[in-house]
């Protein structure tokens, strides 16, 4: 079993949809949790992060964490064609105490918001 | 400049090459990273190099070889790569590696695109 799986999509939704991307992780040591978009020739940028179990939200991204069924998602409200990207969840845990940490990264959700 | 700013953005080398890849960040962190990404197979972390230590080498071959000489800048030298090697080369910095504010959020450049032939 892959450490972190995330369906690649590709996603194609209506504009004004509500978007759900999800990951599910086998290793129950996960502290962090991310979620990164990458446009088409850009570097991954920073969408969300959580620690803890349960939902965070930033405008219309929402991010939630289950860690008991080891499942996190992305939703994205009223989604626009500029949200067209691929979407990377991440998830992370540091070594107590020696100042290092594994970082795992989903292979990523092309999602297509069609106007 | 601002962000993170990589160079050359498109590279295409021979198997006996030897070039450089360069990454500069412009935001006065502590942290840098490199990372391959390839079609299909998820973002992996190659080194980490924090205050210009290296504090991660996962298991990367000999053939790519970090340097960091200060905080603000970043080289991965590449010599007798392989043509599984072609990939896109990702640079990021970050204030801290631990921690939910600074290891976490990470900032890329645009990244090279390696073809090895």
């Known amino acids: ?115 | 400049e601002t962000g993170v700013t990589q160079t050359p953005r498109h590279l295409v080398m021979g198997m006996t090459n030897k070039k450089s890849l360069k990454c500069e960040q412009h935001l006065g962190h502590n942290a840098m990273y490199w990372y391959k990404q390839s079609a299909k197979k998820p973002l992996e972390l190659m080194f980490v190099y924090n205050f210009k230590e290296q504090t991660e080498n996962n298991s990367v071959p000999s053939r790519f070889s970090p340097e960091c000489p200060n905080s603000s800048h970043l080289f991965l030298h590449l010599h007798t790569l392989q043509p599984e090697d072609s990939a896109l080369y990702l640079c990021a910095s970050s204030q801290g590696i631990g921690g939910s504010s600074g290891g976490s959020e990470q900032y890329f450049g645009p990244g090279t695109r390696l073809t090895v032939t």
């Open chain 1, 1 to 115: 079993q892959k450490e972190v799986e995330q369906d690649p999509g590709p996603l194609s939704v209506p504009e004004g949809a509500i978007v759900s991307l999800n990951c599910t992780y086998s290793n129950s040591a996960f502290q962090y949790f991310m979620w990164y978009r990458q446009y088409s020739r850009k570097g991954p940028e920073l969408l969300m992060y959580t620690y803890s179990s349960g939902n965070k939200e930033d405008g219309r991204f929402t991010a939630q964490v289950d860690k008991s069924s080891k499942y996190i998602s992305l939703f994205i409200r009223d989604s626009q064609p500029s949200d067209s990207a691929t979407y990377l969840c991440a998830m992370k845990l540091e070594y107590s105490g020696a100042g290092s940490y594994q970082l795992t990264f989903g292979k990523g959700t092309k999602l297509s918001v069609i106007p």
